[in-house]
């Protein structure tokens, strides 16, 4: 070989590892901008998609919203006083013989006790209770077992009073403007057996021009009981 072989073979293999540093980062020699990026994907937290209740919906105005619809209605009802209950009475058989009894006119302002109540009369088979308030609306109640029904004459009037409040709860039925028209809610037929349909019972509690504790007294009369049922309110319990 000669030496200007050598020469160029010697300054090929130089060219080629100038080369080849080149593509060698040096990491003294790092971009700022890369820096940077990488540390926004550090900061990213998996956690920071924890619960907000901004992002999802569940705001406080929201809930404020909620809680002014619960205090649409009243739930502060004053009681019926002594005066303003016409009458408490329930009506069942015992042994076969029929009873018509007064019960005490604290029942008149809790429907829940007013059935507890009535499920502890010894009656062979079911209780009817009766309630009249001001003159102005009925509640009939049936209970036999755990079954109950119950007829309000005038959902209208849950605005003002607590039983009819509590009936329309039990029956899971919206309080009406006061401003409505009256109309009864409830179960029109739970003395169909009694020889009371559903369309006439619906009568009674759409007479606006009777007084309620004489609308009950017309339909325990329906029901052969009637001189018991004035004997009943006659003498109501003390």
Known sequence: MSQNDAGSDVERLTDELDSADADVVDPEVIDDDDVDDDDELDDTDPLDDRYDPESSGGSDDEESDDDSDDDDYDDDLDDASDDEIDLVVAIYREDGTPVVVSMPKDLANDFDE??????????????????????????????????????????????????????????????????????????????????????DLEGYATDLDEDSDELLGQIAERMRLGSQFRHAVAHPHR
Do not use: H, K
């Open 114 to 199: 007013l059935v507890t109540q009535l499920r502890r009369l010894p009656a062979d088979a079911g209780v009817v209770g009766m309630v009249s308030i001001a003159s102005e609306f009925f509640v009939i109640c049936r209970v036999r077992g755990r079954n109950v029904q119950v007829l309000l004459s005038d959902a209208v009037s849950a605005n003002d009073w607590p039983i009819a409040r509590d009936v329309a709860d039990y029956l899971g039925v919206d309080i009406p403007d006061p401003d409505d028209d009256s109309e009864p809610i409830g179960d029109l037929a739970l003395l169909t057996d009694q020889g009371i349909s559903d369309f």
